[in-house]
């Protein structure tokens, strides 16, 4: 599955993206291409995190899931990411954690630890040790969303975005 759908899907998901990156993304990239596929230009269009999903969800189907491990860890990285940032709240970080790894276990990272880290611990411990946990994916995601913005140039990208 396509990095860049992977990236695209988990960053918008959990606030990593914002929809002006998408857009100004879609917007240099159609200019540069000749023949831009119908997806991407169709982004340009969109106002919300809702709408761009909806037009990824619909290229998703058509060439396979992403639902693997990389994009859980995209996804848990965008969510850590986020609350370094102090965008969302420690209370909202168990969540996402939780709904990421639920009926999944992510090198290791299972709900019951994540329930550990989190109960009866003081906001200094449950930092460190989800620092622990979730640091390496902070760091892929950042790797991935810097390529999926400055670098199209495997095969597969191309011809996801053209026509």
Partial sequence: MSRLLKTLFAGLEYDGISINT???WATELISELEAPAIWLMDLLGCTSNDCILNILRGKIKEIGPILDD???ELCLGFTYLEF???NISLHKLESNILDIVDGSSV???DPEKVYSVFK??????V????DLLLGSFSKKSIEYKEYTFSNISTIEEQELLTE
Avoid: F, L, Q
């Avoid at 009866?120 to 411990?125: A, H, L, R, T």
């Avoid at 930092?127 to 989800?130: L, P, V, W």
């Fill in 107 to 109: 090198h290791g990272i």
């Fill in 120 to 125: 009866d611990n003081s906001m200094e411990v």
């Fill in 70 to 72: 990389e994009y859980a």
């Fill in 22 to 24: 998408v857009n100004n």
């Fill in 84 to 86: 370094k940032k102090r």
């Fill in 127 to 130: 930092i460190r040790e989800i």
